[in-house]
């Protein structure tokens, strides 16, 4: 006779409470940032005690690891998602990446504030963010050379410049805006979110396109394709 695993029912409601904590701890660190992030603070928000709290994370770094990588494990999976369905070109990957990036970063500009500024303090913490950009680095080569099978070193490093373009540049946006108050003016020509979003994709798709030599029509009328491995 098989014994069922009583453990089990112990270990789900273990999880669902780890659950719980991570998540009162994003919505305290969305609201407020970090300066007024505290075991106090998460502990109000989950409704469970703060002894609770240290019986599932040794201590607020652990605690904090765990939603870095519970937020970007998500953002991952998100931007994976979209550009699978909206990847059927060079200029659509590049909007649909920016735009998931660009919204989920706006959205929850102090969240994402905090957890690439306190990376710098957490060798654990940098780890996870390289993770996230290898893993975002690779979706978005694999949609963009999916158009243009056979790309080379070239088309490649095409890839990775425009990565860092986009993705530094609206991290560096999110950090800023996630570190200010709604009363504090940035500085003159500062683009709202959607403005910049659209001379970035453009920006970026301009550069791709003029990568890619243009089809030419021989005397014959017959097409020339170009070559594929140049993005």
């Known amino acids: 006779m098989i014994k069922s695993d009583s453990s089990k029912p112990v270990q789900e409601r273990s999880r669902r409470s780890a659950q719980r904590i991570v998540g009162a701890t994003e919505k305290v660190l969305d ?9 106090a603070s998460v502990s109000a928000g989950s409704g469970m005690s703060i002894g609770a709290l240290y019986s599932h994370f040794a201590n607020k770094e652990a605690l904090l690891r765990e939603v870095k990588n519970d937020v970007l494990t998500r953002l991952e999976l998100k931007l994976e998602e979209r550009l699978q369905i909206s990847a059927d070109s060079v200029e659509s990957t590049i ?26 303090h957490d060798a ?9 950009h290898q893993r975002l680095k690779t979706t978005l080569r694999h949609s963009l050379l999916l158009n243009h099978p056979g790309g080379d070193k070239e088309s ?28 504090e003016l940035v500085y003159d020509g500062f683009p709202n979110p959607a403005v ?36």
């Not at 609201?31 to 075991?39: A, Q």
């Not at 654990?124 to 996230?132: A, C, D, K, S, V």
Request: hydrophobic share 40%; charged share 20%.
């Open 31 to 39: 609201l407020h940032g970090y300066t007024e992030f505290s075991m």
């Open 124 to 132: 654990e913490m940098r780890r996870r963010g390289f993770l996230f």
């Open 95 to 120: 909007s649909a990446f920016v735009t998931e990036l660009s919204g989920a970063l706006t959205e929850q500009r102090k969240l994402f504030a905090f957890i690439f500024a306190q990376s710098v």
């Open 196 to 231: 910049y979003e659209r001379e970035l994709i453009q920006t970026v798709t301009a550069y791709l396109l003029g990568r890619v030599p243009p089809r030419k029509t021989s005397a014959s009328g017959e097409i020339h394709e170009p070559n594929p491995n140049h993005l």
């Open 156 to 183: 490649g490093r095409s890839v990775d410049f425009v990565y860092e373009l986009m993705v530094q540049s609206l991290l560096m946006r999110a950090t800023s805006l996630g570190t200010v108050t709604e009363a």
